[in-house]
């Protein structure tokens, strides 16, 4: 079974409203990270949490790991119609030999 | 400087022929991994290249699936006797060095469609 499951699996909101999404995994991590992917393409790299790590920022991005609940939040704060694409996050375990376990990803549409 | 590049980037051939799918990773990059997609779904592991060690072959789905890496950079993955349900966006991505601990750069992904 997957490592990381998002939810929820889509968003819909208005333009300058925040988006977030959440992340949970099962077993403990070294770190997680989040993606972008546009169009069913490559994905791009948007942060990585350290599992010592409670929160961090990146622009108008936030993001919390909360290792007790075995959770993660994505937060974009005042969404743009170019934040629409389907958003994963990525966790290193050594359960899964140390290689990324991807989840299914949340799409999330920013409605001009 | 150049990013991750795949090839075709488009591929449709017919139930049971051969492919191969490419992958040129970043330069000094020294693990590659290759993913599959199916439509609206998640990432899906294949295999995993780390420098000189054995390949991490867990997610291979079938015999039918192989990949090498050859000389430490260039990657294939071939899908042999290819079948409908092999249709996916294929991608490879590459980090600096191996294990979960790097940020992974993706390549545009092949788009196999068997008809």
């Known amino acids: 079974s997957q490592q990381g499951e998002e939810d929820p699996q889509a968003l819909s909101i208005q333009e300058g409203e925040n988006a977030t999404m959440n992340c949970s995994y099962k077993t403990s991590i070294n770190n997680l990270q989040w993606y972008r992917q546009n169009s069913g393409r490559g994905l791009v790299h948007l942060i990585l949490i350290r599992s010592n790590e409670r929160e961090k920022h990146s622009g108008r991005l936030r993001v919390t790991l909360d290792t007790s609940k075995k959770s993660s939040s994505l937060l974009i704060t005042a969404s743009r119609a170019a934040d629409t694409a389907s958003y994963f996050c990525a966790t290193d375990a050594k359960a899964a030999g140390n290689k990324l376990t991807f989840g299914g990803g949340t799409r999330v549409l920013v409605k001009p | 400087g150049a990013g991750v590049s795949q090839s075709p980037s488009n591929k449709v051939t017919e139930k049971g022929k051969d492919v191969e799918l490419r992958c040129d990773p970043i330069s000094g990059h020294t693990a590659l991994y290759w993913y599959r997609q199916s439509l609206g779904q998640g990432l899906e592991f294949l295999i995993y290249?780390?420098?000189?060690?054995?390949?991490?072959k867990s997610g291979l789905p079938s015999d039918r699936f192989s990949a090498e890496r050859t000389g430490g950079s260039v990657s294939t993955l071939t899908i042999q006797r290819t079948q409908q349900e092999d249709s996916a966006v294929y991608l490879c991505?590459?980090?600096?060095?191996?294990?979960?601990?790097?940020?992974?750069?993706f390549g545009p992904g092949t788009r196999l469609t068997v008809t």
């Open positions: 991505a590459s980090t600096l060095r191996g294990g979960g601990d790097y940020e992974q750069y």
């Open positions: 290249f780390q420098g000189n060690s054995a390949p991490d």
